[in-house]
């Protein structure tokens, strides 16, 4: 099971994240996995608060946005939407095409709690 | 369009990576790849093997499919040409290390304890005890395992995947992420096709030709017909790109010509 070596991967980020802006403590982390990423949502759910436990991210709720495959064919230039073995043109049927998104794995963004944050509550970006 | 910087994020996509902001909370928009310390780690180990122009292959299956046994055929077979080395990854053992050094080349042995992979870090640890300067070929043998060894980049030059004839011909369709980044797909056992009679190796290519990846799927067998002579000939070929090759570059793509053994 990789999922956990990806976790310890993602507290990594979200704790220097954290460290850097002053964070008393992770509200929540938000992930992207495509369908092609290789990884498993609901393990990586499971192994989250293992790696989190006894760090800043200790009660952060994992959110994991899981974004389907897209294909560019680069016979027909369509873009169609395909599954993760199936990475066919549906317009054409041709295998020569582009994968465009779905084989992501990313950290897209940390809510932190920061005792000096102002009231309304603040956007930034790293 | 990558996945490092956030280009990604599209107008289209942009709802799901922002998020409406309760009081006395920051959100930090980060757009970082998850496996980012292994990529860096990858493009370390790449610029060292580009550095030393080492051929470096990434051998990956399930276990039990033969990269073992290939290896040692392998390594006979062209140790008089080409200077070799070998990292074998195995959860327990130096069983297949000690295969291999039996065949006068070294090899080092990475236990890997629980970890179901190698990373790119695992193999840097290793790198210090290679003469890299005096290797040509640096086989990787990956954990057996069709899973997890897709997700970590090592900075090799190419994966070759091994199928064999007894896991069925359908496997890159069941380990979608595996096979369609494999540089070449090699179906091993390939003397047992006749005696199985439900393998058909054009099955397995079409599954590869269904996760968009152009790879040849060669069928080799280190016992009897059909020998592993494509194998050595994609190898060769694989050296004679990397020899062209000035400029680092993350992959050597070359385009394998079809040798006269058929």
């Not at chain 2, 990292?87 to 291999?100: H, Q």
């Not at chain 2, 069928?219 to 790109?241: F, K, M, N, T, Y």
Request: glycine share 8%; with cysteine.
């Amino acid at each position: 099971m990789h999922e956990l070596a990806v976790c310890q991967a993602l507290l990594g980020q979200v704790i220097s994240v954290a460290a850097a802006q002053a964070a008393s403590s992770v509200e929540s982390v938000t992930v992207a996995a495509g369908a092609l990423s290789g990884v498993e949502p609901a393990l990586l759910e499971r192994a989250w608060p293992l790696a989190a436990a006894g760090t800043l991210a200790q009660t952060a709720r994992l959110e994991i946005r899981v974004s389907p495959v897209r294909v560019r064919c680069r016979l027909c230039g369509q873009e169609t939407e395909t599954g993760p073995n199936r990475l066919l043109c549906a317009g054409c049927g041709s295998w020569q095409t582009t994968v465009l998104a779905g084989d992501e794995l990313m950290l897209l963004s940390v809510t932190l709690v920061r005792p000096d944050a102002s009231q309304a509550g603040e956007e930034t970006h790293v | 369009m990558c996945n490092t910087c956030g280009c990604n994020i599209t107008p289209g996509n942009r709802h799901l990576a922002n998020r409406p902001v309760a009081s006395g909370t920051t959100a930090v928009h980060v757009l970082q790849r998850l496996l980012a310390g292994n990529e860096a780690q990858a493009a370390a180990n790449r610029a060292r093997f580009h550095a030393a122009r080492v051929l470096v292959i990434n051998l990956m299956s399930s276990p039990g499919s033969g990269k073992t046994a290939l290896l040692e055929a392998t390594i006979d077979a062209l140790k008089s040409r080409w200077r070799i080395a070998v990292v074998e990854g195995d959860l327990e053992t130096e069983n297949d290390a000690a295969r291999i050094r039996a065949h006068g080349v070294p090899a080092i042995q990475i236990s890997t304890g629980s970890a179901c992979h190698l990373d790119a870090h695992m193999l840097a640890g290793v790198l210090a005890g290679l003469p890299l300067a005096e290797i040509d070929i640096l086989f990787v043998e990956n954990v057996g395992n069709l899973v997890c060894p897709a997700g970590f980049d090592l900075g090799q030059n190419h994966n070759v995947v091994l199928l064999s004839t007894t896991e069925g011909e359908d496997k890159p369709a069941k380990y979608p992420v595996m096979f369609r980044q494999a540089d070449l797909v090699l179906v091993s056992k390939a003397d047992l096709l006749p005696v199985l009679g439900d393998f058909r190796p054009e099955i397995a290519r079409q599954a590869v030709r269904n996760l968009a990846n152009p790879a040849p799927v060669l069928p080799v067998s280190v016992r009897g017909e059909p020998g592993i002579h494509d194998w050595l000939d994609w190898l060769e070929q694989a050296l004679a790109a990397l020899a062209d090759k000035p400029q680092l570059a993350t992959s050597t793509g070359f385009r394998y010509r079809v040798s006269s053994h058929g």
